[in-house]
């Protein structure tokens, strides 16, 4: 409950002050190159890889990209950069 109240006041100054709720929320930003290419920002780390599925790591939850010869390209403290052809991503809690 006290983390609901948090989030909101940090939602409503994000709106407020114009500051990207990412920033402010600790949220993933996502950017996708077509099918491609994808880069996470603010991830939580690698939880389970493969060339078919990688798991990784958010606040609040996991998100599982599908695909054909799925490849970290690369990964730092901020960023995870996946190549290769991403079939599906979903979002779990």
Do not use: C, Q, W
Request: aromatic share 6%; charged share 30%.
């Amino acid at each position: 409950m006290k983390e609901d109240k948090i989030y909101n006041i940090k939602e409503k100054m994000s709106n407020i002050l114009e500051i990207p709720k990412d920033i402010l929320l600790d949220l993933p930003r996502i950017t996708f190159v077509g099918n491609l290419l994808m880069s996470i920002e603010n991830h939580k780390g690698i939880i389970e890889y493969s060339s078919e599925y990688i798991r990784i790591g958010i606040k609040d939850g996991t998100i599982k990209l599908s695909g054909i010869d799925l490849m970290i390209k690369t990964i730092t403290a901020e960023e995870i950069i996946v190549s290769g052809k991403i079939v599906s991503i979903d979002f779990f809690k």
